[in-house]
């Protein structure tokens, strides 16, 4: 379904190309048709937003939504109807986490299935690999995955096992011959060395999954990643929510040799740091785990020189039971964030006061993303031709998170009672409004989003 009939937003302050101006868009058929100049007349409906920001709308490739199979953790529904409230007009599930896991062409269409009449945003599916998945990797791609995942650790789940170098080494080419990416959960625990004790203090988590098992994990990835860049593929590696700031440089250096090894942050390691992180507070906890402020500055530090590529939510809910929210078992508890709606004014919040503007966030949020997940061709820009997904965003306002504002599932998140800058005041999907001033508006009208071959390959 597509907005049919033609008309204009204005405002004086526009995303546009990577910069900031004056400017009215035209929307026909849920796609922009033309920018024009801020003062031209139209003989359409025309909508005059003054100072506030028309930007992208934010593209979250890192979504957990857990269906088919897990609803009672979250859901296509609630999930992005999360996602709506908070600007994200498009996300990209992750192949975990559901049941059956998304590692067959078979789990792919049962997700497809499970999602008719939910999808309040677009949606795009990442697919897994795991030990016994490879012989069918080659046709999910064909099926339109947009990449594929593995765990170098155990996933949390045991239907999602983890893959050692050799899997690696086997997937490799399967996804460089279609030119997707690999994601990698990397950490790699030390299995000679005894388990580390965890009790209700935060430090004793932190302790649990030190840096070193995130920088070694990298390091054998960038290896491999060379490896078969010598043996004449072309792999595109991506670290999913980096957390250690100490493989920023063999990142960079990769980068610099050559090798497509890209990476991405997530809220909760640029706004949270280990030190304020309270004892037996299992909201808190995800994995990699949230490390200490001098750790926070220095991945803020990656953003700025381009070494990180984009932030994106990695929202990975749970029932409250199994975050053990009463109890405060951080070894127990489930890991993972529920931060899908506030994304974007978490991370405003903060760069605001690091010397980015808003423009930055729009690009490490919006078309950075969207271009790294195959979508650059018509989401994360405002641009003639594209998606008509807009926000319309008021970069000065404030608010507190609060449960009774919450969309997702369960109306759990550390930041309950923080206070945040930045208000999405509505959120446009392909011409139509989707959300507005606190509420859902219309029909879900997502769509989900498969990487269309043709026949190409």
Known sequence: MEAKTTFALRSRRVILDEREQEATIIIDQGRIAKVIGFNEKLNCNTTDLGEKVIMPGVVDTHVHINEPGRTEWEGFDTATQAAAAGGITTVVDMPLNCTPVTTSVDALHQKLNSLKNQLWVDCGFWGGVVPDSLDDL???????????????????????PQVGPEEIRAAIPILSKYELPYLIHAELDKLNTPAAKIDRTYQSFLESRPREWENDAIDLIITLAKEAKNNGHKPRMHIVHLSSADALEAIKTAQKEGIMVTAETCPHYLTLWAESCPDGETLFKCCPPIREDSNRSKLWDGIRQNVVDFIVSDHSPCTPELKHIHTGDLDAAWGGISSLQFSLPLIWTEARTRGLGIVDVSSLMSSRPAKFAGLGAKKGRIAEGYDADLIIFDDEASFDIKPNIIKHRHKITPYTGKKVHGVVEA???????????????????????????????
Not at 443 to 448: A, D, K, M, T
């Open 138 to 160: 080659e046709a999910l791609c064909l099926a339109g995955v947009l990449g594929a995942k593995s765990f170098t650790i155990h996933s949390g789940i045991d239907d999602f």
């Open 427 to 457: 959120t446009i999907l392909r011409g139509h409004k989707i959300y507005n001033d606190g509420d859902i508006c219309g029909e879900p009208i997502g769509q989900p989003l498969l990487k269309d071959w043709g026949n190409n390959k």
